[in-house]
């Protein structure tokens, strides 16, 4: 087996530093984690589409002070360098609790992160241009498995939860459903039509744009 090159292992390493950063409100390690030119950065996730300040500005106020969030089992396995350029993929785990009323949620959300970086000029070291996110499936369950007026044989929501599957809800692609359940729960808005594997050409748009800027042909990062 081919030992990975050295560019190869520091972008794996400036992939998993970003997201601990991220993560742990660590905001200028993770700025500096992308590219300095603000306008040539791009991040496409549920609840967000624009460059990296703003959605570190707006991931800041979010934050309740602690950690909640966490991306784990997030291993950047298929890179790709050619010159001064990289594309990375990989499945990522992101876990959050939810508490309403007395009753505590977590949900796990399954999905692909892909990314476009760049060898900065002068700095002679990777950073990312983009980030954008597919959704594979997810869940929401009690984190304790039964609570008090709960049929622990039962896998639905039982009466006395909190929680409603509502016609807003069910308009969402299951491969993210209970993620924008909870994303609306935390009065945020997730978009309808997010790439996700139940719709495989929205998840290959992201794959063709990023081997096309490998190739160095014209793509756009919008």
Same mark, same amino acid.
């Given at each position: 087996m =081919?030992?990975?090159? =050295?560019d *190869? +292992? =520091?972008i794996a390493n400036l992939l998993k530093r970003e997201r601990y950063y991220r993560d742990t409100a660590q905001w200028d390690l993770c700025r500096d984690s992308f590219h300095p030119d603000t306008a040539a950065t791009y991040i496409n996730v549920a609840w967000y589409e624009g460059?990296? %300040?703003?959605?570190?500005r707006q991931s800041a106020q979010m934050h309740k002070g602690k950690v909640n969030i966490i991306h784990s089992s997030f291993?950047?396995? /298929?890179? $790709? *360098?050619?010159?001064d350029r990289a594309i990375s993929e990989a499945f990522c785990l992101i876990t959050s609790s939810l508490t309403l009323g007395t009753i505590d949620y977590e949900l796990a959300s399954h999905m692909r992160l892909f990314t476009r970086l760049q060898k900065v000029s002068g700095l002679s070291e990777w950073r990312l241009?983009?980030?954008?996110?597919?959704?594979? $499936?997810d869940r929401l369950v009690t984190a304790f498995p039964a609570f008090p007026?709960?049929? =622990?044989?039962?896998?639905?929501?039982? %009466?006395?939860?909190?929680? *409603?599957?509502?016609?807003?809800?069910?308009?969402?692609?299951?491969?993210? $459903?209970?993620?924008?359940? *909870? +994303?609306?729960?935390?009065?945020?808005?997730? $978009?309808?039509?997010?790439?996700?594997? /139940?719709?495989? %050409?929205?998840v290959r748009r992201i794959s063709d744009r990023n081997r096309a800027f490998l190739d160095n042909a014209e793509a756009g990062f919008g």
């Amino acid at each position: 087996m =081919a030992t990975p090159s =050295a560019d *190869v +292992m =520091a972008i794996a390493n400036l992939l998993k530093r970003e997201r601990y950063y991220r993560d742990t409100a660590q905001w200028d390690l993770c700025r500096d984690s992308f590219h300095p030119d603000t306008a040539a950065t791009y991040i496409n996730v549920a609840w967000y589409e624009g460059n990296v %300040e703003d959605f570190l500005r707006q991931s800041a106020q979010m934050h309740k002070g602690k950690v909640n969030i966490i991306h784990s089992s997030f291993d950047p396995v /298929d890179i $790709r *360098v050619c010159g001064d350029r990289a594309i990375s993929e990989a499945f990522c785990l992101i876990t959050s609790s939810l508490t309403l009323g007395t009753i505590d949620y977590e949900l796990a959300s399954h999905m692909r992160l892909f990314t476009r970086l760049q060898k900065v000029s002068g700095l002679s070291e990777w950073r990312l241009l983009s980030l954008e996110s597919s959704y594979v $499936r997810d869940r929401l369950v009690t984190a304790f498995p039964a609570f008090p007026g709960s049929d =622990a044989s039962d896998d639905s929501f039982p %009466e006395s939860s909190p929680l *409603v599957i509502t016609n807003e809800v069910l308009a969402y692609p299951k491969s993210y $459903r209970y993620l924008a359940l *909870v +994303m609306l729960k935390r009065g945020l808005k997730p $978009r309808p039509n997010l790439p996700h594997e /139940d719709s495989p %050409e929205s998840v290959r748009r992201i794959s063709d744009r990023n081997r096309a800027f490998l190739d160095n042909a014209e793509a756009g990062f919008g």
